[in-house]
């Protein structure tokens, strides 16, 4: 992951007077040249955050940020590795995108991606205030032990797709971009040994490079320790996503096995030992 970037409020202080998000992603581009990215950027504050009674802390808002950034690196990882998994056993896990023409790309079939990330702080130097598009003040400023933190992907154009919700899990047999989150979903738990269920798969059609890809964002992740983000039902939601999960052709292609509880397993062996 890309180390955290220092901005000043006053560039996006400006970005947030336009109503128009293509808007706010252009002057934002404008602030940041000279990052790494080469794409368009637009920022996302954590869903929490928000003006009046339901802002947090900025401390809080720190500790969000970065576990959904560390949870989209733990996620390109494990793609990147079902990926490979899949092109060494020849398995197709390629989709269509809809708005390819619209990208100006040549290619129309595209695999996914998990959107890239990037943490950026918010300074606030003397005699400046936070961005308006922050929700911040001042006194919230001057109190936080943390500067204020943004999670910032590349703009996404396209409109988005949700392939799965919290505690829903369907199969998608009719969409191959739908299906490949599906199989991808099984993967993760498996490669993982049971300790990470994928929920809330959504996508949208971007540009990288010359090429058209569905960009899989703002997961949700339930996991054995209950903590990984906001939203993480722990062993309920692992056991939704067991549940609900019916292995498809590509999940036994991948030799991805049974999606087995490997708490039961200790519970077994325990018993056995008494």
Not at 12 to 18: A, G, I
Not at 120 to 147: C, N
Request: aromatic fraction near 8%.
């Amino acid at each position: 992951m890309c180390p955290p970037r220092a901005i000043e409020s006053r560039g996006v202080e400006s970005s947030s007077n336009l109503g128009s998000e293509v808007a706010l992603a252009a002057i934002v581009k404008n602030c940041l040249l000279g990052f790494r990215f080469e794409f368009v950027l637009t920022f996302n504050l954590h869903p929490d955050v928000g003006l009046g009674k339901d802002i947090v802390s900025l401390d809080q808002n720190h500790t969000e940020v970065t576990l959904e950034a560390k949870r989209l690196v733990q996620l390109g990882w494990f793609y990147a590795e079902f990926e490979r998994r899949a092109k060494s056993g020849n398995i197709q896990i390629e989709g269509k995108c809809i708005i390819h023409h619209l990208l100006l790309c040549d290619q129309q079939y595209v695999t996914l991606r998990v959107t890239e990330c990037l943490l950026a702080f918010e300074l606030t130097p003397q005699k400046t205030h936070p961005s308006v598009a922050s929700g911040y003040k001042d006194v919230d400023v001057d109190i936080a032990g943390v500067p204020m933190t943004w999670l910032m992907e590349p703009f996404r154009p396209g409109p988005s797709q949700k392939w799965s919700g919290t505690h829903q899990h369907p199969s998608h047999s009719k969409s191959a971009v739908g299906s490949t989150a599906y199989v991808f979903a099984h993967f993760v738990y498996a490669t993982s040994f049971g300790t990470i269920a994928v929920a809330v798969i959504q996508t949208s059609c971007a540009r990288i490079g010359n090429t058209a890809a569905d960009v899989m964002f703002d997961f949700t992740t339930h996991t054995t320790e209950g903590n990984s983000v906001v939203g993480d039902h722990g062993t309920g939601g692992l056991t939704t996503f067991r549940e609900q999960h019916e292995c498809v052709p590509r999940c036994n292609k991948l030799n991805l096995g049974d999606l087995v509880d490997p708490n039961a397993a200790d519970s077994d062996s325990e018993k056995e030992n008494e």
